[in-house]
């Protein structure tokens, strides 16, 4: 599989087909559940991923979003976008949430919100 850049592939197959198998490989964390690509080859932007740790392959700029919900749900929406985009330095942080702001208004609205209402602890 090759994704062309500035562009936008699916994953697509009935369950147990490997979609969430090779989002790990690409992630960098099927090893740690004792999982190994047989054969090929992860590389983006013209560098090999295959054999980097999970952080590491964040830092070159590959990550995945997660579709679970409340992940977080102590943290503001602010405050999950800020995770989010641990890696940016401070300015190009700051920049990079302007712009989710300017692209997605309603959540600057929430900004300040708790993702999920508060546990209580017994």
């Known amino acids: 599989m090759c994704v062309p850049a500035n562009s936008i592939v699916a994953l697509l197959g009935s369950n147990g087909t490997g979609k969430n198998t090779v989002l790990k ?3 960098g964390v099927l090893f740690p559940e004792d999982g190994h690509v047989m054969e090929g080859a992860i590389c983006f932007e013209d560098r090999d991923l295959l054999h980097l740790r999970a952080d590491d392959i964040v830092r070159e700029g590959m990550v995945q979003v997660p579709e679970g919900r409340r992940l977080f749900v102590e943290l ?3 405050q999950n976008l800020r995770l989010g985009a641990f890696t940016l330095p401070g300015k190009h942080l700051d920049d990079a ?3 989710a702001y300017a692209l997605f208004p309603r959540v600057k609205e929430k900004s300040a919100v708790q993702t999920a209402p508060a ?3 017994c």
């Open 97 to 99: 949430l302007e712009m």
């Open 25 to 27: 490989a690409i992630s």
């Open 119 to 121: 546990l209580s602890r």
């Open 76 to 78: 503001t929406v602010e």
